[in-house]
T-cell receptor, first 115, second 114 residues
């Protein structure tokens, strides 16, 4: 079963407008949520994260919102730029044996920002 | 500062052949991970290591072995490659594995099994 779901495989927006990428999860034990950005032929790079005890975290043009009751989070990019065109992965952090955490990834959403 | 380096970047194997993928990090991170990414799928954890000399199974460990003999290196081995192992493999490392510490990824190894 897929614990982290990104139901939109792709999203297209105009430069300067807002991009909203959504993510749903099923496991209420997740304690952190992270967003990664991935360009073709490169590895994912960390973008922004949020603790499960918060409902918002902001870093420049990027804001992540968490709605725990709905088990839903979203990444807002304002304003969107052509360089933001990439695949965005939502990931959730879960505890494993030994006290460490592992990441569970969604399938990703491909964002295209049109000039 | 190289970060996480994966070797090789591309490889084509025949079914039944063996090979080792090398991951090296220069950030003195304790934790290292191997993932695979298949088309239309997210990254799935194969094996991970919480420190030199330790390894543990992830979500999809079958058909793979790993070793962490040195802190900076994490090796992923395929003893007898199968077409189902055709994928892009990513290595990652992190300073810690609590508190939502981000993982730093290499650029991947694209592996094709014929």
């Amino acid at each position: 079963d897929q614990q982290v779901k990104q139901n939109s495989p792709s999203l297209s927006v105009q430069e300067g407008r807002i991009s909203i990428l959504n993510c749903d999860y099923t496991n209420s034990m997740f304690d952190y949520f992270l967003w990664y950005k991935k360009y073709p032929a490169e590895g994912p790079t960390f973008l922004i994260s949020i603790s499960s005890i918060k409902d918002k975290n902001e870093d420049g043009r990027f804001t992540v919102f968490l709605n725990k009751s709905a088990k839903h989070l979203s990444l807002h990019i304002v304003p969107s730029q052509p360089g933001d065109s990439a695949v965005y992965f939502c990931a959730a952090s879960a505890m494993v044996q030994g006290g460490s955490e592992k990441l569970v990834f969604g399938k990703g959403t491909k964002l295209t920002v049109n000039p | 500062n190289a970060g996480v380096t994966q070797t090789p970047k591309f490889r084509v194997l025949k079914t039944g052949q063996s090979m080792t993928l090398l991951c090296a990090q220069d950030m003195n991170h304790e934790y290292m991970y191997w993932y695979r990414q298949d088309p239309g799928m997210g990254l799935r954890l194969i094996h991970y290591s919480v420190g030199e000399g330790t390894t543990a199974k992830g979500e999809v460990p079958d058909g793979y072995n790993v070793s962490r003999l040195k802190k900076q290196n994490f090796l992923l081995g395929l003893e007898s490659a199968a077409p189902s192992q055709t994928s892009v493999y990513f290595c990652a490392s992190s300073y810690d594995a609590t508190g939502g510490q981000p993982q730093h990824f290499g650029d991947g190894t694209r592996l094709s099994i014929l």
